[in-house]
């Protein structure tokens, strides 16, 4: 299992961009990725997934043609662009991995998880 570390949250206006990153331990290139977040009082949920290759991405309905996920692995580092934020976005954002070719939008699937970055957009 690989260890993650999630940086580049912060607090932002609403219509605003913000730019998370998952830098992992070891290399990832065997492993699909994905973006969580949970707001409080709420449920983990999926928000992106990047597949192995990073041919494939997959997106939450609520984000979908605002954020952006993209993966490095000779950084194995994975990104999260986020535009056009708006206030239900503020939760804590989760990178996860797991040994598959394809990403999965249940976090059950994931074998490694990192402590999470906090994102707090205002109105």
């Known amino acids: 299992q690989v260890q993650l570390v999630e940086s580049g949250g912060g607090l932002v206006q609403a219509g605003g961009s913000l730019g998370l990153s998952c830098a992992a331990s070891g290399r990832i290139f065997t492993y699909a990725m994905g973006w969580f977040r949970q707001a409080p009082g709420k449920e983990r949920e999926f928000v992106a997934g990047i597949s192995r290759s990073g041919a494939t991405t997959d997106y939450a309905e609520s984000v979908k043609g605002r954020f952006t996920i993209s993966r490095d692995d000779y950084k194995n580092t994975v990104y999260l662009r986020m535009n056009m934020l708006k206030p239900e976005d503020t939760a804590d954002y989760y990178c996860?991995?797991?040994?598959?070719?394809?990403?999965?939008?249940?976090?059950?699937?994931?074998?490694?998880w990192g402590q999470g970055t906090q994102v707090t957009v205002s109105s």
């Open positions: 996860a991995a797991r040994q598959e070719p394809f990403s999965s939008r249940l976090r059950g699937s994931y074998d490694s």
